[in-house]
């Protein structure tokens, strides 16, 4: 059975600072998804991940996935306010099914 | 605005109450789902549809009745639930039920059981 696990489930942090979100899974994935989820509203996605080294970037985000490790990261880079949200790592097994973390609560701070 | 929409937003039920919650979606996806999202759990797949067809219901107790009319919405049937069931119940589409496709969300119907 495919788990997920995120870390940190909180983290508060500065304007300006970098940090990373770990998603560790415990099997084999071929794919990696990474969603944000603002208070009272949808998943919104942001990175999808299919093969090993993969490397995206959006904005202040960029998201990785190394397969043999089994780990993706979420690197924020000179954080801003509205990068407060909830986020999601989920992935694929060998079905169609997703397997989702619990999420990591972001607060940035002025 | 992700294509997904939701009904209603937000519903209180009594425990010998039925209702529905209803989703329906606008992206010409094959496959919908229906997710649940509690508090400090990870988001739970319920069930999941295909061209209509049901591929998958995660062990989900019966006072949850899904329902797929056509490939454009989905819903789900409600009957004698438990306070417990209160959450956040989300639906999904996606193109196919394959790999590497990306799912989408609604906006989600908070349900809260008295």
């Known amino acids: 059975e495919l788990k997920v696990e995120q870390n940190p489930l909180f983290l508060s942090m500065q304007e300006g600072k970098n940090y990373t979100i770990y998603c560790n899974y415990s099997t084999t994935s071929d794919r990696l998804y990474w969603y944000r989820q603002d208070p009272g509203k949808s998943l919104e996605s942001l990175f999808v991940l299919l093969s090993n080294g993969a490397v995206k970037q959006e904005g202040r985000l960029m998201a990785s996935l190394d397969t043999k490790a089994r780990l993706s990261t979420l690197h924020i880079t000179a954080a801003v306010h509205d990068l407060s949200a909830t986020y999601f790592c989920?992935?694929?097994?060998?079905?169609?099914?997703?397997?989702f973390g619990k999420g990591t609560l972001l607060t940035v701070n002025p | 605005e992700t294509g997904v929409t939701q009904t209603p937003r937000h519903l209180v039920m009594g425990m010998t109450n039925k209702k529905s919650l209803k989703c329906e979606q606008h992206?010409?996806?094959?496959?919908m789902y229906w997710y649940k999202q509690s508090a400090k759990k990870p988001l739970e797949l319920m069930f999941v549809?295909?061209?209509?067809?049901?591929?998958e219901n995660n062990s989900v107790p019966s006072r949850f009745s899904p329902e797929c009319p056509n490939s454009s919405h989905l819903f789900l049937h409600l009957h004698t639930l438990q306070p417990e069931d209160s959450a956040l119940y989300l639906c999904?589409?996606?193109?196919?039920?394959?790999?590497?496709?990306?799912?989408?969300f609604g906006q989600g119907t908070r349900l809260t059981v008295v």
């Open positions: 999904a589409s996606s193109r196919q039920v394959t790999l590497n496709t990306e799912a989408f």
């Open positions: 992206l010409g996806h094959n496959a």
């Open positions: 989920a992935a694929g097994g060998s079905n169609y099914k997703l397997t």
């Open positions: 549809y295909s061209l209509e067809e049901r591929v």
